[in-house]
């Protein structure tokens, strides 16, 4: 078949649906309703006349024809981004769309340099489009891996084949609690008592589990995925929980969080920029990288 505009467009809103696993998922990344996405996705599997995915009550799984067609649309829309980027390259101009994982709760941070970067780009040229994707720690590799964004900052002790990773800063992580948890007025010498029965948040999303071993009590009376949702359950007063130092500084400040022992309760994990060693030849993809690592400090 040949590929038109109305076809990227689809094979665009088709790789968001896989990457969010199923089209209520995806709503939010796409800023279009259910019905609608539905919709796109059946004209696609028209267009290409292959039954792409299995959706109903029993959830969202993806055929073998539709594995198949996402691996070939993200190799096809990457090298739709290259093209643009080179060509544009030819005109001595920067164009194309600069895409970038990160995880949450860095822009609280004030030496993530991501908006400077940005801002950087943006003066330089006005035909770049800019797509900003936050997402969980392993999410940011799984997308420059598969090329769906030019760079990635996020936090990974076990370094993927197939990307580089570029030291930008440390993140402190502490252990808090909240106003009305018994932790939160108690002297420090009976905070280790307390601890033995603290309920403490577990998160598939904390920033380096192996760096804690805090011997803590895990109950899993309370999970969260995000650091957004940890801070909601350390307001309830009933949890505790790791939280990078600049994001909790908020509620810190306000006299709502307070750090638990943290000469004993807190652990570093390097924040880094991940980029592809396959995926970031073209100029756009070097300018990017070049800029975020300078408003990093890093050369």
Known sequence: ?????VDLRLLRIFVAIVECGGLSAAESRLNIGRSTISSHLSDLEVRLGLKLCKRGRSGFELTESGRVTYQASLELLQQCEAFASTVASSKQQLSGRVTIAIID?????PRCGVARAI????ARSNNIQFDINVCEAREVETSVVNGRSLAGIGVSRHHLRGLDYEPLHNE?????CGVGHPL????????QKLLQNAEVITSNYTRDKESRNDDLNYQNSATAYHDEGIAHLILSGKFIGYLPEHYASYWVDKGLF????????SYQIPVVLITSKNNSATPLAKALIKEIKRCHGVE
Not at 172 to 176: A, F, K
Not at 184 to 191: E, I, L, N, V
Request: glycine content about 2%; some cysteine.
């Open 258 to 265: 307070r750090a638990i022992l943290p000469e004993k309760y």
């Open 119 to 122: 801002a950087s780009l943006k």
């Open 105 to 109: 709760t860095l822009v609280s941070d």
């Open 184 to 191: 939160f007025d108690c002297d420090p010498g009976a905070s």
């Open 172 to 176: 402190t992580n502490y252990l808090y």
């Open 1 to 5: 078949m040949q590929v038109h505009d």
